[in-house]
DNA sequence: ACCTGAACACCGTTCAAGT
DNA sequence: ACCTGAACACCGTTCAAGT
């Protein structure tokens, strides 16, 4: 290892020119998207990124769908597992919950990466497998476990922010579709719509709103733990 | 209304040539959606459906943007809220996720539509004005409402499908996938993966299956119900 | 009012060619 | 082994022009 891995990055970007392979070229792909959104990630910008040709990228990376695994990968490689350690079901569960939350907050591309259609790699299964574990030793048959698993992704996947496109360090968007929401909804006509003018606000602060995110994970778990009560008790 | 709306259709395609106007090519952008999968929808294409070109489509529809929001409202004409008239609430609820699930099932593309960050239009506002109504009967307030539709669509929109990308009778598409999967988690290492490998069969037969749907929506009801139990007594 | 043609700035991907 | 250049078949969108 004689190539240090801090040498001259021009501005924090997490390409080193000259270095290209698949880590590297994932990585700066994932930021791109995570800055910019998903739709700025094209190997023509990419190779732009990397002083590169187009056709370069393709020695690394087979495709565009393969792209994206490989962002998927680079993305979950710092997703936090620690909460396999409490000891009550719950509180694993809790922490998958709050763990994935993160992810998301610090990749928003995460909602268009994690809901494609593909076979997973070894960080996607690593979690995957952790979190059945979980379930399972908390008492769930192996059809329960996947489903409620599933049932926790896409519900804090759509907790963590409403509607897709929303882009790292983006809060003045957020906050302006947020009054726009409120605008919106709220100067709908009242006879035809009394609901939702009267929603108006709780749709609008839906844009983010840390209480937002417990609300609903309170309401997740609440379900969970319905479902794991109408069993038959064996653990819980 | 001297034009019929029957005559000569070639092999059941909703234009009638000569007849641009936006509602005939939301109905046939939806279509072509629901068939060949949402990227096959473009203004080129779309010209060329309708033997024209693609500049005349921008008289009628600002933008693809805008062209999204039109398929949205023709898809969602079909959606059937009749659901309203049962006298349990907990009955209402039910017929509206399984009203979704139909609509999913008639559109595919449904998921890409109705997950993106858009202002709805007045088919869209019926039906969030309608479940919000029948939520805010039961008793729940107007957050929690909100809330609570959110958390119902997505998990339906997820339960019919998982995964983006599906076409309309594409059945055996689904069997090759359900295939692949049941062929990958289960031939993963079992030490290093005893839970997804115990699960795979499960997690291939979420590819379709009425089963898989009806369990799902047990979950989100059993959810819906302990939260309306929690609360303060008013009605439930 | 409604449609066309040409153009601009983009895509993913293939293929033959360079070093 | 690794990268380039040119090409193909696509995109959304603008603008000036036709009838």
Same mark, same amino acid.
């Given at each position: ?27 700066? &792909?994932?930021?791109? &998207? @995570? ?16 002083? #590169?040709?187009?056709? &370069? ?9 393969? /792209? ?24 694993? #569960? ?18 268009? /990466?994690?809901?494609? +259609? ?7 299964? +690593? ?8 379930? +399972? ?8 476990? %996947?489903?409620? %698993? ?5 519900? #804090? ?6 509607? @897709?496109?929303?882009? $790292? ?20 006509? $009242? ?18 709103? @840390?209480?937002?995110?417990? %609300?609903?994970? @309170?309401?997740?778990?609440?379900? #969970?733990? &319905? %479902? ?9």
């Amino acid at each position: 290892m004689v190539r240090n891995k801090n040498d001259q990055q021009p501005e924090g970007n997490p390409n080193q020119k000259g270095s290209l392979n698949r880590e590297a070229i994932a990585a700066q &792909a994932l930021h791109l &998207a @995570d800055t910019e959104g998903i739709d700025a990630v094209s190997f023509r910008r990419l190779a732009q990124e990397f002083e #590169v040709t187009a056709m &370069a990228i393709y020695r690394y990376v087979d495709n565009k769908d393969d /792209l994206l695994d490989a962002m998927t990968e680079s993305m979950l490689a710092s997703f936090d597992v620690s909460a396999q350690q409490e000891t009550d079901w719950r509180d694993q #569960v809790r922490g998958l919950i709050y763990a994935l939350r993160q992810l998301l907050l610090t990749h928003p591309s995460g909602r268009s /990466l994690l809901s494609r +259609r593909a076979l997973p790699s070894t960080n996607r299964l +690593r979690i995957f497998e952790a979190s059945l574990g979980i379930l +399972r030793d908390a008492g769930f048959e192996p059809q329960e476990a %996947f489903l409620i %698993f599933e049932h926790i992704l896409n519900q #804090v996947v759509s907790l963590v922010v409403t509607g @897709d496109g929303y882009v $790292k360090g983006a809060e003045e968007e957020r906050r302006l579709w947020g009054a726009k929401l409120l605008a919106f909804y709220g100067s709908l006509p $009242k006879q035809e719509y009394p609901r939702l003018v009267e929603t108006a606000p709780n749709i609008a602060a839906s844009v983010d709103m @840390d209480h937002h995110f417990k %609300f609903g994970a @309170d309401l997740l778990m609440a379900g #969970v733990e &319905a %479902f794991a009560a109408s069993k038959p008790p064996r653990k819980l």
